[in-house]
Every structure is written in structure tokens, then in C-alpha cells.
T-cell receptor
């Protein structure tokens, strides 16, 4: 399967600081990157969809100024949680659009963010 | 809005019991269907997928699922569960077949298998 590398796997930060999460598609070019969030004991919820070279599309209720997404290249997308608060503590997972139609979705290892 | 519904939120079974987890979706067009498993502390792993063809698909670890188009369902089954199957199970649907289509996940089902 495709290799998706997400870093860091765990991060603890203080309230008010910003955290950047990187997601790399290592063996295919991803024109699209999906960012999901998973709260404890809950399902994955799509936050936003980023497209290489253009602005990301955010799902309803997700603040675009708080969750900055950059998709500057076909192999790298970043999610920056700005001015983090304890309620932003969650598991963030990236998933590049697959290498072609009718392909499974591949996921990064996820980033466990804890805001203290 | 498109939705994915998993009917069983928490299932408790004894080893060797049979398993069936329900999944229904609300989109009427072409779909790609997936079941993912998440073991405690680990990331998502693909169990099986359906794109087209035979509606009965077999996945890893003895799991299978049946796509019934008329019922908008994609139920997951396993004839005999093991303690190691204890995990969270997610059904996911992608509209169309494009690789740029987002996945919509069901709420998840927690499976607890008692030894």
C-alpha cells in the first residue's frame, strides 16, 4: 500500500501556541489531501480538503483561520493549529487522495495533540 | 446531506460467536465502500473494500462484507470472532470512484470479544 508519513505522532503544547502537523505522501503525488479529526471514542470527522496550489475547502463548523492548511507541493500538506486551546486536543489524521480512481484511502499514522 | 449510519455502537461477544455489523448510507449514486479497523492505540487499517463487481467481498483476518445496493447497505461479517478482534470498526463511503472524493465515516462500532 501507499506510504503516508505524518509527523509528529504526539505533541503537547501550551494554550495559545501554534502547532504544525506535516503529512507527506511518499510514493505517489497527491493533488488532494484530506484532514480528519477524531475525538476520543468518536468517529473520524472530515475537517477540510486541501488541493495542491489552491485554497483548502473547509467543512461546516471548522474555522479556517484556526486550522491553517497549506498544500504547497504534491507530496506535502501541513495543518497548523493556531492559538491552540484545550478543546483542540484531539487525534488528527491526514489522508491523501489515492493514486487513481477506485483506490483505497490511505492514512497517516495520526497526530495526538494535547493542549495544556 | 450524505450520511453513513452504523447501527451497533457497542457489541460484546464471546469467542467463536458470529459477528455482523450493520452499515447503511444515504447516497444513491455510485459509491466506493470501506470497512476500517482501529485497534487500541493504533491507526486505521483497511479490512476490505468494494468498488464494483461481486457484491460479496472478502477482506483480511476472515472478514467479509456484502454490498446490497437496494438496501444501501454494506454489512460486515465474520463467522467466528477471536479475542484479538477487539477493536473499533468504521464503515466509510466515498461518493463516486474518484481518488479525490472524501470519505464519510460512520459513527463506529466498538467490538469487545470476551475470551
Amino acid at each position: 500500500g501507499a506510504v503516508v508519513s505524518q509527523h509528529p505522532s504526539r505533541v503537547i503544547c501550551k494554550s495559545g501556541t501554534s502547532v504544525k502537523i506535516e503529512c507527506r505522501s511518499l510514493d505517489f503525488q497527491a493533488t488532494t489531501m484530506f484532514w480528519y479529526r477524531q475525538f476520543p471514542k468518536q468517529s473520524l470527522m472530515l475537517m477540510a480538503t486541501s488541493n495542491e496550489g489552491s485554497k483548502a475547502t473547509y467543512e461546516q463548523g471548522v474555522e479556517k483561520d484556526k486550522f491553517l492548511i497549506n498544500h504547497a507541493s504534491l507530496t506535502l500538506s501541513t495543518l497548523t493549529v493556531t492559538s491552540a486551546h484545550p478543546e483542540d486536543s484531539s487525534f488528527y489524521i491526514c489522508s491523501p487522495g489515492g493514486p487513481g480512481p477506485n483506490t483505497e484511502a490511505f492514512f497517516g499514522q495520526g497526530t495526538r495533540l494535547t493542549v495544556v | 446531506a450524505q450520511s453513513v449510519s452504523q447501527h451497533n455502537h457497542h457489541v460484546i461477544l464471546s469467542e467463536a460467536a458470529s459477528l455482523e455489523l450493520g452499515c447503511n448510507y444515504s447516497y444513491g449514486g455510485t459509491v466506493n465502500l470501506f470497512w476500517y479497523v482501529q485497534y487500541p492505540g493504533q491507526h486505521l487499517q483497511l479490512l476490505l473494500k468494494y468498488f464494483s463487481g461481486d457484491p460479496l467481498v472478502k477482506g483480511i483476518k476472515g472478514f467479509e462484507a456484502e454490498f446490497i445496493k437496494s438496501k444501501f447497505s454494506f454489512n460486515l461479517r465474520k463467522p467466528s470472532v477471536q479475542w484479538s478482534d477487539t477493536a473499533e470498526y468504521f464503515c466509510a463511503v466515498r461518493r463516486g470512484s474518484s481518488n479525490t472524493g472524501k470519505l464519510i465515516f460512520g459513527q463506529g462500532t466498538t467490538l469487545q470479544v470476551k475470551p
